[in-house]
Nanobody, 123 residues
Framework: QVQLIESGGGLVQPGGSLRLSCVHS????????MGWFRRAPGKEREFVAA????????RYVDSVKGRFTISRLNAKNTVYLQMNNLKPEDTAVYYC????????????????WGQGTQVTVSS
């Protein structure tokens, strides 16, 4: 059984930064592609970013390119999402996801999901 525990959400002003973290409880974290999704109020869940098991491949939704960076530290079973220059439209619940297939994760399919962490961008 894999558990994903997110942290790092909060309230930030436009232009500010936050770093989300997600700890994977499994013993084979390095086998999983990891990603972040978000769900804004009244909208469907949206893919945000993904990183392959090795860290060599990353993918972002166009709206966050140049502002968000996904990374992972396999020694700590942790994936991060550094979010800079945040905008009000980034307000959402952010979910960590884990999937053995990187391509499936990018396509929106995940085997495991975290409980979500709220990010609110407002002045």
């Amino acid at each position: 059984q894999v558990q994903l525990i997110e942290s790092g959400g909060g309230l930030v002003q436009p232009g500010g930064s936050l770093r989300l973290s997600c700890v994977h409880s499994g013993r084979i974290f390095r086998n999983y592609a990891m990603g972040w999704f978000r769900r804004a109020p009244g909208k469907e869940r949206e893919f945000v970013a993904a990183i392959s098991w090795s860290g060599d491949n990353t993918r972002y939704v166009d709206s966050v390119k140049g502002r968000f960076t996904i990374s992972r530290l396999n020694a700590k079973n942790t994936v991060y999402l550094q979010m800079n220059n945040l905008k009000p439209e980034d307000t959402a619940v952010y979910y960590c996801a884990a999937q053995l297939s990187y391509n499936d994760l990018v396509a929106g399919t995940s085997a495991y999901w975290g409980q979500g962490t709220q990010v609110t961008v407002s002045s």
